[in-house]
Every structure is written in C-alpha cells, then in structure tokens.
C-alpha cells in the first residue's frame, strides 16, 4: 500500500503560548511521512524562535513580507505544499498520536476525497475540560446538501487529495474573515466524495473570546452573502442557520424577547432543541 504524502498546514500569528503542544503531536506521529508548512503572518511573539528549535528537515519555514488575512496567509501556505493529502493544524489545536496513520489507511480503503472527522472540544477553563463533538456517525460520500442545512466540518479533521485544487485558483476566499473554511469545503463538497472518521483524532481548543463569538453580525453577513450563490432551497437552509446564529446572540446579550420570536422562525428542529438547551443551560 503506498503511503500517502500528508502536507500538513500550519498558520500562526502569535501562537507561542500552545506552539509546542501543537507541532509535538505532528512530529509524535505514529506515520512519518510528511512535511510541516508552517506559515508565520508576522508575529509579535517568539513564535519563529520556538519552531526553529525544532531543527526538522521535514518542517519548512515561511514568513509574510506583511501581516494578511488569514484566508490569504493560508492560500500562500498550501501553495507551498508537495504532498500528495493537504491538512491543517492551527497552533492552538492539536492531533492524537494516530491520526495520520487512520487518514492514510481510510484513504486507501474508502475510495475517497476528502475526509473529515470526529474530535474533542477542548475547554481550557472548564472542569469538562474535553467533550466529544458527536456521538453519532455523520454522512459520507457527495454531502454538499447535508452541510448546507448542517455544517459538520471542522478545520483540524479536514484531509483531501491535492488533486482537488487543480482547478481551483484560488484555494480560500481572501474576502472572507470568518466563513472561508465553509466556503471551500462547501465547494469541494459539490464534486468530490467525503468519508467520515468517526474515532476522534483531534483537539480543538475552544476560544470563548475567537473572532467568530465576537463578530456574529460579521459572521451573518458574510452568510448571506454566500447564500445569494445558491439555489433557493440551499438558500433557505443557509438562512436557517442565520436565524440561529442570530438567536445565539439574542440569549448572549439577553435579549430574550427578541430570542423567543426569532427562534419560532426556525425550521430545523434539531437546532431548535439545541438552542432552548443553551437558554436553560444559561
């Protein structure tokens, strides 16, 4: 069985405090063949300092002339990948020791794509500090309407064939702050077959204060932006997770009336039990 190449991407703008957790559980693989990109968007820490120590010949070292968007630092990043699977690891998250090893083997034998995977929620400040994203097998094979109505995917789990860009110029959409992960894996989605691994091979860490919880209006526009691409029926199921966003932010502000009217607008039930979850839980 040929062992796939895994160009592993890692974008870091200030990550020292976790850097090494991150690049350890790369180089503490149980499958070796790989190589890091590890792309610096001009950090103000020691970031550069911490990954040169690591003294790898399989990790490979860029910086930008300038401080970018982060969708654009990750096209320039990829750019520079060799392998035969791209992946991404950011420097606040990290892998269990076998991860690479699974992805390979279910690349093999699945006749697939890309794949995404199951994983833990890490929160640092939590006396459940790790909790399991899903409990349940999510879809395989072509499962662009599935994310449409219900994105499952999270970067750190995100593996595919590097053929898959071929006719992609432009990898990430730089116009995007918040969805340009959806936004590829969406397109991809379309043409290209997903598995699904279900042991969890990841960590990612949550960050109460991330971009995404602090720009929720950003996080719509650019949604509905997206939504106007679609067919009506995508287009309806995009709007539906608008709506859900929205009445996430109406419990985080309080604004409880304004939540019950909003969430009486929502279609999908799944989401409706999950937000009165967070409104109790509150």
Same mark, same amino acid.
């Given at each position: 069985?040929?062992?796939?190449k895994?160009?592993?991407v890692?974008?870091?703008l200030n990550?020292?405090?976790y ?11 149980k ?31 860029f ?9 654009h ?14 992946c991404?690891?950011?420097v ?8 690479l ?8 034998? =699945? $006749?697939?794509? +890309?794949?995404?995977?199951?994983? *833990? ?7 459940? !500090? @790790? ?12 499962i662009?309407?599935?994310l449409a109505?219900n ?16 006719d992609?110029?432009?990898? =990430? $959409?730089?116009n +995007?702050?918040?969805?340009?992960? *959806?936004?590829f ?5 379309? !043409? @290209? ?59 985080? !502000? ?15 039930l ?5 937000l ?7």
């Amino acid at each position: 069985m040929q062992d796939y190449k895994f160009s592993i991407v890692v974008n870091c703008l200030n990550g020292s405090r976790y850097l090494d957790k991150s690049i350890n559980s790369i180089i503490k693989q149980k499958y070796y063949n790989w190589e890091i990109i590890f792309w610096d968007n001009c950090s103000e820490d020691d970031s550069l300092q911490i990954i040169k120590k690591f003294k790898n010949d399989k990790i490979k070292i860029f910086k930008s002339e300038k401080k970018e968007k982060l969708y654009h630092a990750r096209n320039r990043a990829i750019s520079k990948a060799n392998g035969d699977i791209i992946c991404f690891l950011d420097v606040d998250d990290w892998w269990s020791p076998n991860k690479l090893k699974i992805y390979n083997e279910a690349f093999h034998k =699945f $006749n697939c794509d +890309y794949i995404y995977g199951n994983f *833990f929620n890490y929160y640092e400040k939590s006396l459940l !500090k @790790y909790r399991i994203y899903k409990f349940l097998p999510l879809p395989v094979g072509f499962i662009y309407n599935q994310l449409a109505e219900n994105y499952l995917v999270s970067l750190p789990t995100l593996a595919f064939k590097s053929n898959c860009i071929v006719d992609e110029r432009i990898i =990430f $959409n730089s116009n +995007y702050n918040i969805i340009g992960d *959806f936004d590829f894996v969406m397109r991809i989605s379309k !043409k @290209y077959k997903a598995h699904y691994i279900y042991i969890p091979t990841a960590y990612y860490r949550q960050h109460p204060n991330s971009y995404s919880n602090l720009n929720v209006d950003e996080h719509i526009k650019e949604l509905s932006e997206w939504s106007k691409k679609t067919d009506r029926v995508l287009r309806s199921k995009v709007n539906d997770k608008i709506k859900y966003l929205r009445c996430l932010e109406f419990i985080n !502000k309080r604004l409880f009336l304004h939540f019950f009217k909003e969430i009486l607008k929502i279609k999908n039930l799944k989401n409706k039990i999950k937000l009165i979850l967070i409104f109790i839980l509150k």
